[in-house]
């Protein structure tokens, strides 16, 4: 593409990503560009004028340079007609239809929401964000059941001792807040590991991610919470059985 300050025959009009590209401190409009070759060989166009970005190809596509001419100075074979409707957008569909074929009845004519084509940009995504979320709901569950499972060791191999602090005058909560403490201790460790495990592995799921960090404190932060508040509540049930533990009968038994 090169600019020029000649006449044109033929009009265009480009995007906001195209004008801050070749005219950073100035207006596009009135500008003459040669599109397709350099010197003589590419057809001079004028800007008329300078529209906003649109993401053709995806809502996770990067916005590039785009330049638009009117159908009757470059024709097509395919053509996109956008209409702006009031209500149920389905509702006008056998007029608009109508009206297309009224033209001329060979014109194939597909005609759909503005919505689902969106839904059909996002189908992959919403796809792996679904398969993504069974995985990390699964995980969740194993490692609940882990923390379970361990807590619960934790207080039949511990009896004595937690029979020794009853004894001594522990109060149950106070047993629940210890055997709590424990386990909540060694999750946070993970916690931590993780965190160091998202910075390692950010190329790998940085293409899945869209306008999010791998690294955002916010998003880490948050699934530090959740598994901490799934360990307390795995860790409960155990807990529990601890602080009813009878003192006299666990001393007497060992």
Excluded at 31 to 47: C, K, N, P, S
Excluded at 240 to 251: E, F, G, N, V, W
Aim: proline share 4%; hydrophobic share 50%; glycine share 6%.
């Amino acid at each position: 593409m090169h600019t020029d300050s000649d006449s044109s025959p033929h009009v265009a009009v480009i995007n906001n990503v195209f004008a801050r590209k070749w005219w950073p401190d100035g207006d596009a409009v009135g500008h003459v560009v040669r599109l397709g070759g350099r010197g003589e060989t590419g057809d001079l166009l004028r800007i008329v004028g300078v529209v906003d970005d649109v993401k053709q190809y995806g809502l996770d596509t990067e916005v590039d340079s785009e330049i638009f001419f009117p159908q009757k100075q470059h024709q097509s074979n395919v053509m996109a007609l956008l209409v702006r409707t009031a209500g149920d957008p389905e509702s006008l569909a056998p007029a608009a239809e109508s009206a297309i074929q009224s033209i001329d009845k060979e014109i194939p004519v597909r005609i759909h929401s503005m919505s689902y084509y969106i839904s059909q940009t996002l189908r992959e995504r919403q796809f792996l964000t679904l398969l993504l979320s069974l995985f990390a709901g699964l995980a969740i569950f194993l490692a609940a059941l882990g923390v379970f499972g361990v807590a619960a060791y934790a207080v039949v191999s511990r009896r004595s001792e937690i029979a020794v602090r009853i004894a001594l005058g522990a109060q149950p909560e106070s047993v629940k807040r210890w055997i709590s403490l424990q386990i909540v201790r060694r999750v946070a460790l993970g916690c931590a590991l993780g965190v160091v495990g998202a910075f390692v592995s950010v190329r790998l799921v940085r293409g899945m991610l869209y306008e999010v960090s791998p690294t955002d404190p916010i998003v880490l932060s948050s699934t530090c919470v959740l598994l901490l508040i799934v360990a307390l509540m795995a860790t409960w049930i155990p807990a529990r059985r601890a602080a009813s533990i009878d003192p006299m009968q666990t001393l007497r038994a060992e």
